[in-house]
C-alpha cells in the first residue's frame, strides 16, 4: 500500500489520515463504523446511557495486546488519561474536551485523570460527559480513543517506533521511517477482523506522482489518491482496478469576518454565487468531484439534496446585485491557500477570473503558503482575505461539520451565532437521532443564510488497485482502506 509519512502512531498524538491507515490496522476501539457510517460495537460489548450524559460501557473481556497483557477498561482510561493531560502536548488532546475533567488537565497545575471516567470494573467503564453528547458513541470510533498497553505508557518514544496495539495486525519490526511500516497478523486475536492476507506493507511517498508510477509498474497494490491530474489516463489504463467512490471531504472558501469589508452577509452571498462550481469540477477534477449542495457531504446522514439553493448556484446576474447592495469591495482581495495540491491554485486563479468578470473585483492576489505553516496561520488569525478551507470527517455526524467548523467557540472565521450554538446543543441532547437531525438542519438553515463560509464540492476518492489483489474496499471515512479484507492473488 502506498500513502504519504505518517506523522506518528501514537493514536492519540495524531490527526493525520496518513497515521490513520495504519493504527486503524494496528487498535481495536471500542466501537467501529459500519459499511453506513454507523457506530457498532467492536472491543465494547456495549455503550449505553439514559440522559447521553453518564455513559455505560461495557468492554469485552479474553481480548489482549499484542505483548500479551489483557485488554481491560483501564486499559481505555490509562489511554485517555495520558492523550487528555495537557503538558503531555498529545495532538489530538481536543477530542477528549467533551470528558468531565477535561478544563483541569490543561491549565496551570494539571490534572492527571480524567474526573469523568470512571473504572468502574475489571471490564466496565462509566464515562460523565461535560453536556450532553448523543455522538459520543462515534466519537469512539476517533483513533485517539485506542486503548494503551501498560509498557507503551512507560516510554511513548519507544511506542511510536514500534506500537502494541489490540487490532488484528502488530508490527513486524520497528516504524521504518521515511521508507515502510510493515505488519503481520497478531495469532492471538479475537476479534471479528481476522485479516484474510499474511500482511500489509505501507509504503511512504513523498510524492503522489512517483506513488502512481508504481502501481502502474506494480510495486504496490492499492494507492487509495490518485493524482487529479493523473486520473484520465488511470481509468483508461486500470479499468476496473479505477476505484471510485465518494468521500466526506468537502472544500469551503472561509471568510475574516473580524475584517469589516466581509461583514455584510449579502457580499459572501455575491461571492458564492459568482463561483461556477461544475465548471470548475469539469476543468480541474475531470468532472469528478460533486458541486456542493449543502454544508454537509451526501454520505453523511443529514445531508439534505440543495439545502443551499441558490446561494450555491452559479448566477453572475443574481451575484452583481447582491454585491451592489453590499457597496462593492474596496481594497486589494487576497485570496489564500497551500501548497499542499497544485488543483488549489488552479481553481483559485478560476475564482479569481470569476469575481473580476462577474462582480468586477479587479485588484486580487495570490497568496499561496506552504502547508506546513498554513494552518497555524489560520489559526493566529493573520489571512487578510477568503481562503480555502476543508473538513474531512472524523466520525459521520453533522454535528462533526457544523459544531467544529461554525460553534463560536471553534471556527476560524470569527463568527458567532447565539441561535446557531443553541440548535446545535439542542441536537447533542436529543436521545433521538431523527430528533437530532431536525436541530442539525435548521443550524445549517442559519449558517446557509448567513454564510460565513462557502461550501465548493465534495471530493470524489480515486483510488487504484494492481493485478495482484481483490476485495478492495476503501471507506469514505478517516479509516480508509480495510487491509483485513483484501486478498492477494
Known sequence: ?????????????????????????????????????????????SVT???????????????????????????FADAWNNAAYGPGGMAANAYFSYIEGH????????????????????????????????????????????????????????????????????????????????????????GPRKPRNKGVTWKSYSSADTAYTDLR??????????PSAKVPEAKRLLGDRFLARRTGTVDYLGFPL???????????????????????????YNGD???????????????????????CTYNPGKARSLFEKAGGFRGTLELYFSNAQPTYAQWMRIVANSLRDNLGIRDIRFRQVPASDYFSMLRQRKEKGPYRQNWEADYPSPQNYLENMLGSDNNRMGWTNKEFDDLIAK??????????????????????????????WTWAGQAGRSRNVDNVTITPYATGLIATEVTVR
Open 1 to 45: 500500500m502506498g500513502h504519504p509519512e505518517p506523522d506518528h502512531l501514537v493514536p492519540a498524538d495524531t490527526t493525520s489520515s496518513y497515521s490513520f491507515d495504519v493504527i486503524s490496522e494496528l487498535f481495536d476501539n471500542l466501537m467501529t463504523l459500519d459499511a453506513g457510517g454507523k457506530a457498532v460495537p467492536l472491543a465494547a460489548e
Open 49 to 75: 446511557s439514559d440522559d447521553q450524559r453518564v455513559w455505560t460501557i461495557k468492554v469485552r473481556s479474553g481480548r489482549r495486546f499484542h505483548n500479551g497483557e489483557a485488554v481491560t477498561a483501564r486499559s
Open 103 to 190: 478544563e483541569e488537565m490543561n491549565r496551570g497545575n494539571a490534572a492527571k485523570t480524567l474526573s469523568g471516567v470512571e473504572v468502574a470494573g475489571p471490564y466496565l467503564l462509566r464515562v460523565t460527559l461535560d453536556e450532553p453528547f448523543g455522538q459520543f458513541p462515534l466519537l469512539l470510533t476517533y483513533p485517539a480513543y485506542a486503548p494503551m498497553p501498560k509498557a507503551g505508557l512507560k516510554d511513548l518514544k519507544a511506542f511510536d517506533e514500534h506500537p502494541i496495539g489490540n487490532g488484528p495486525y502488530m508490527m513486524d519490526g520497528d516504524w521504518k521511517r521515511n521508507r515502510e511500516i510493515e505488519l503481520v497478523p497478531f495469532p492471538g486475536y479475537a
Open 217 to 226: 509498474a506494480g510495486r504496490i497494490d492499492v494507492l487509495q489518491t490518485i
Open 258 to 284: 473580524w475584517d469589516r469589508r466581509f461583514a455584510d452577509a449579502d457580499l459572501r452571498k455575491a461571492i458564492s454565487m459568482a463561483i461556477d462550481r461544475e465548471g470548475i469540477d469539469k476543468a480541474v
Open 289 to 311: 468531484f460533486f458541486p456542493a449542495d449543502s454544508l454537509l457531504p451526501a454520505i453523511v446522514d443529514g445531508h439534505r439534496p440543495n439545502a443551499c439553493g441558490e446561494l
Open 427 to 456: 441536537a447533542k441532547r436529543a436521545a433521538d437521532q431523527r430528533e437530532a437531525l431536525g436541530f442539525y438542519n435548521r443550524a445549517e438553515d442559519i449558517a446557509i443564510r448567513e454564510m460565513p463560509l462557502i461550501p465548493l
